[in-house]
């Protein structure tokens, strides 16, 4: 069970660590471009992106790696379970990133309307402040989630005790 969770833990997180670099690597390009085709594509991806994959990936992460954590618990597995925790930590960190974060400007961003405009009639700039906000902590969830792949990485190298020489 410990090697399976640890593995699982590992996909689902290079998943979703691939996800969230995506969408860092991808929303400073829009600097350039109007408005409305701001608006529209960050609208058509948040959409598109909820689905039973993301879900698979993105919940399946936090528990397969809780998993691997609790499982390690034992003193056997103690030589894996500061790498398991540090996945944790790290991981956690890019969900209260997204909560905090990315989930209140996507909300923003569904609320513009096709028009592109806030609800106050005002015009909705996502470049500022929501592009250099959403460009910022995109790229601290691509690295908190990779620093947790990482993490998970090296738990998988201590639990089967392969020298990394």
């Given at each position: 069970?410990?090697?399976?969770?640890?593995?699982?833990?590992?996909?689902?997180?290079?998943?979703?660590?691939?996800?969230?670099?995506?969408?860092?690597?991808?929303?400073?390009?829009?600097?350039?471009?109007?408005?409305?085709?701001?608006?529209?594509?960050?609208?058509?991806?948040?959409?598109?992106?909820?689905n039973g994959w993301y879900?698979?990936?993105?919940?399946?992460?936090?528990?397969?790696?809780?998993?691997?954590?609790?499982?390690?618990?034992?003193?056997?597995?103690?030589?894996?379970?500061?790498?398991?925790?540090?996945?944790?930590?790290?991981?956690?960190?890019?969900?209260?990133?997204?909560?905090?974060v990315n989930l209140p400007?996507?909300?923003?961003?569904?609320?513009?309307?096709?028009?592109?405009?806030?609800?106050?009639?005002?015009?909705?700039?996502?470049?500022?402040?929501?592009?250099?906000?959403?460009?910022?902590?995109?790229a601290a969830r691509a690295?908190?989630?990779?620093?947790?792949?990482?993490?998970?990485?090296?738990?998988?190298?201590?639990?089967?005790?392969?020298?990394?020489?």
């Amino acid at each position: 069970m410990r090697v399976f969770a640890l593995v699982a833990a590992t996909v689902t997180t290079g998943v979703t660590s691939g996800l969230f670099y995506t969408y860092a690597s991808v929303t400073p390009g829009l600097r350039t471009a109007d408005n409305l085709a701001v608006v529209q594509a960050m609208q058509r991806l948040n959409v598109a992106v909820l689905n039973g994959w993301y879900l698979l990936g993105f919940a399946g992460a936090l528990v397969s790696t809780a998993a691997a954590v609790v499982l390690h618990l034992p003193s056997d597995g103690h030589r894996v379970l500061p790498a398991a925790v540090g996945a944790l930590a790290c991981y956690t960190g890019s969900l209260v990133a997204t909560r905090a974060v990315n989930l209140p400007l996507s909300q923003a961003l569904a609320e513009a309307g096709e028009a592109g405009r806030a609800e106050y009639g005002e015009p909705f700039d996502p470049r500022d402040p929501y592009g250099a906000r959403r460009v910022r902590w995109s790229a601290a969830r691509a690295l908190l989630s990779t620093a947790a792949l990482g993490f998970l990485c090296w738990a998988l190298v201590m639990h089967c005790d392969i020298s990394p020489n």
